[in-house]
């Protein structure tokens, strides 16, 4: 209870519980609304999985929508496209950290009478137009599974403002649907629930995750935009920079716009492995928009439909990052990092000879490499 009032209220939320995962968070969430069999749900058609995954469990559509190009996040104007008389939820994603533009996500929702869902789970302590992601929604999801900025290993959590959704989530529908509050009885079940617990020692992880949370925040964001700014300039490494709404970004990742045309034809999978090569853990994104996952092929259970989503496509063929924990280097690091980022590309002719995959830094993938290049 005491991770669930302190990081509700860290959220700026009133409202918060625990759970098993940064996935079942939204599943709870989800089953809470009542969204299930017939109903539709809209995601960006560019983040992790585990999004399209909590909403396919419950046996609804995914419906994928286009993202914004400024920020990879679900863009407004695609979300309302997707439409239809069947939607009962949105689940923007606040992508890298970056929050989405929530308040205009919020009124289309508003007037379709559609319920918001806020995946947070890249965007601990990043703030809104002075509001923490988290709060921006009717709930907010967060993940803190051993990736994130805050962790405790695994685990998730929900946070809202409507104490009796919360209620059913923390005493119910995660604790294999026991009654809530002074009906909540170990051996007496009201509704058809979870094993969604989260365990005292998780708790006390993310507890001293919490204490420090807010200073790493400020240190990433610091030298995030050190670096935004040190790496402006270079053809063919465009970083993605902040909209005008973003108080903070979390900064889970920081992203950046690979173009082979302005970097001599150099591959972006190329560019990584060079990258790597120079001490600069970097990855690639998602590989694909999400519709094209081969799943949706061999499933025919999975419903889903989509818009057409060039953006995503764009950004899923483009896109490079640079994972948290590099932002919580010293500051010097920062030029360090623009500075290979600016060699390479002076000596981007030379690159064309590196043999690698396409798939090849992509995610965990570069710590593995990096692993095998290490025992060499």
Known sequence: TELNSKFAAYCDCQYGAAVANGTVSMELCLRDWGI?????????????????????HEGATVVYADLDPKTANLDPASFEAAI?????????????????????????????G??????????????????KTGSLGD?????FQQSKNMQSGEGGFVCSNDGAFIDLIHYSLGKFGRGVRDRYAGHIHYNFGWNACYTEIQAAIALGQLERLETQTAHRFENAKRLITEL????GFTPYCYEPYCTRHGHHLLMAAFDPAGFDGVSRAQFLAALNAEGVPASSFYPMAL???P??????????????????????RETVFFEQNLLLSEPERMSEIAGAVRKLRQRAKELLAIQVKSEDFMGSAVLRQARQAAAR
């Open 36 to 56: 299930g069999p017939g109903d539709e749900v809209v995601v960006p058609a560019a983040t992790f999985f585990a999004t399209s995954v909590a909403v396919h």
């Open 84 to 112: 239809s008389d069947k939607t009962k939820a949105v689940i923007p994603v606040d992508i890298a950290g970056h929050p989405a533009d929530m308040d205009a996500i919020v009124a289309v929702a508003r007037k379709h």
């Open 114 to 131: 559609i319920k918001v869902l806020e995946d947070a789970a890249q965007a601990h302590g990043a703030i809104y137009k002075g509001r």
């Open 139 to 143: 709930a907010g999801s967060f993940s």
């Open 232 to 235: 402006q300039g270079i053809e």
């Open 291 to 293: 519709y094209q996952q």
């Open 295 to 316: 799943v949706y092929q061999s499933d025919p259970r999975l419903k889903m439909r989509h818009l057409p989503c060039p953006v995503a496509e764009k950004v899923c």
